[in-house]
């Protein structure tokens, strides 16, 4: 069966500092990848997705940025960090771009 | 521009009850809806799926109506348990510019199943 990792499942950085997460899927090949934030009070924002090896699309202009270094791998990160990145981040994985998407348990950022 | 409306933010409803959650969309025709279940603290979970020429989808309580005509879908959940207590997510494919469609989701409505 498949399942999905995130980690950190926490994390408090302070302002300025860099940022890596990751995430890795299990069980399934070449899987669309996707990056979400949902900040308090608002609804999942889909901030970058994959569809292969070093394939990435950005939804949102950002200071964030992601990268896929294997099929199963996909990375969020930053190099200086603002106030407004905190926030809950989600990655997802699908079979195509038109099926249902399975989410990881998320990381918890707050940046002071 | 293209919205995704899920007019309650929360909704109380007694346990054994029907509850009914509404997801509104304009100014697009998406080829298919989905709906999710999120807890506090963790990611969501897939409930269901249906396409543009179904009208109506069916899993164990749940039920799931589309209608085009109206541009609305309907989330049933019948003989309601405290422990459907969550956060239901609405999502559509929606164009995201340069050919490309991606699964854009409403803000959710917070159900309490109240015992």
């Known amino acids: 069966s498949q399942t999905i990792h995130q980690w950190p499942a926490t994390l408090v950085q302070p302002v300025g500092s860099p940022l890596s997460l990751e995430c890795t899927v299990e069980?399934?090949?070449?899987?669309?990848l996707y990056w979400y934030r949902q900040a308090a009070g608002r609804g999942l924002q889909l901030l970058f997705y994959?569809?292969?090896?070093?394939?990435i699309s950005s939804e949102v202009p950002q200071n964030l940025s992601a990268s896929r270094p294997q099929d199963r791998q996909f990375i969020l990160s930053s190099k200086k960090l603002l106030l407004s990145d905190s926030g809950f981040y989600l990655c997802?994985?699908?079979?195509?771009?038109?099926?249902?998407?399975?989410f990881g348990p998320g990381t918890r950022l707050t940046v002071l | 521009s293209q919205k995704i409306e899920q007019n309650s933010e929360a909704l109380n409803i007694q346990e054994g009850k029907t509850a009914t959650l509404t997801c509104n969309y304009t100014?697009?025709?998406?080829?298919?809806l989905q709906w999710y279940r999120q807890d506090p603290g963790r990611g969501p979970v897939f409930l269901l799926l249906?396409?543009?020429?179904?009208k109506e989808k069916r899993k164990e309580r749940l039920k799931v109506t589309f209608d085009t005509t109206l541009k609305q879908s309907l989330f049933h959940i019948t003989a309601s348990q405290p422990a459907d207590s969550a956060t239901y997510l609405c999502?559509?494919?929606?164009?995201?510019?340069?050919?490309?469609?991606?699964?854009?989701f409403g803000k959710g409505t917070k159900l309490s199943v109240i015992p």
């Open positions: 997802a994985w699908s079979v195509g771009g038109y099926n249902e998407q399975f």
């Open positions: 249906i396409r543009e020429n179904e």
């Open positions: 999502a559509l494919d929606l164009y995201s510019g340069a050919g490309s469609y991606q699964l854009t």
């Open positions: 100014n697009y025709s998406p080829a298919y």
């Open positions: 994959s569809v292969g090896i070093g394939q």
């Open positions: 069980g399934t090949s070449n899987p669309n």
